[in-house]
């Protein structure tokens, strides 16, 4: 990834800056709301992807390395909501197809368990519940340092 923004370094315009924006590595809260009130929250354990660590590594080598200079940075949430578990699983099985990291037996058996849980508080509910997950983000403007 180095390499990447060693070469996004190259190429950008001496006024132009970089803008990162990715997840934190602290995982997600999977929660079933209702009408904005919270139903069921649950941090889920499983570790970050790689990915996300990769990006964290990569972006203090090359402030490390003088290759870009911090201009300004916050943190936000990002929730994804969906009317179904179903759906929601089905996104992140899309969104996660790529991803390398075999589960082991407990983490999925966790994970089994965890959305059952939220199915079931939905069901319960009736009309109006969704299931959301959500991420804290992290947002960095970046300029080259020449």
């Known amino acids: 990834m180095v390499h990447a923004l060693e070469e996004i370094r190259r190429l950008l315009k001496p006024s132009g800056v970089l803008i990162d924006i990715h997840p934190i590595p602290e995982g997600y809260i999977i929660m079933a709301v209702q009408r904005g009130r919270i139903l069921f929250a649950e941090r889920k354990l499983e570790h970050c992807s790689e990915d996300v660590l990769c990006a964290e590594e990569a972006l203090a080598e090359s402030i490390e390395r003088n290759l870009f200079a911090v201009d300004r940075h916050a943190e936000f949430d990002f929730l994804t909501y969906a009317p179904s578990v179903r759906e929601l699983r089905a996104y992140w099985d899309e969104l996660n197809a ?27 509910t009736g009309a109006g519940a969704e299931v959301a997950i959500h991420e804290r983000a992290r947002i960095t403007r970046l300029r080259p340092v020449r």
């Open 98 to 124: 790529y991803e390398g990291d075999p589960k082991d037996e407990a983490t999925i058996a966790r994970v089994e368990k965890l959305y059952a849980q939220v199915e079931q508080i939905m069901q319960e």
